[in-house]
């Protein structure tokens, strides 16, 4: 049962940050994602599957942001 844990936290791990980013769309930074189309279906399916990495990631850019 381990693989479908792994996989069920990687799918609510990227709802979440899908629900983040519709939520700040109108950020500038957020909106270039939109703008260039760059979060689709293949890069969600990356993130399911990579999600401890996309989580390290997440959490560098969210701890920057403070630091300005």
């Known amino acids: 049962m381990g693989i479908l844990n792994y996989f069920f936290v990687g799918t609510v791990f990227t ?8 939520w700040q769309k109108d950020h500038p930074k957020v909106s270039t994602i939109f703008e260039n189309n760059n979060w689709e279906n293949r ?25 300005k």
């Open 15 to 22: 709802f979440m940050i899908d629900c983040i980013l519709k």
């Open 43 to 67: 890069t969600r399916i990356t993130c399911i599957l990579l999600w401890p990495l996309a989580l390290l990631v997440f959490f560098i850019a969210f701890i920057k942001s403070f630091i």
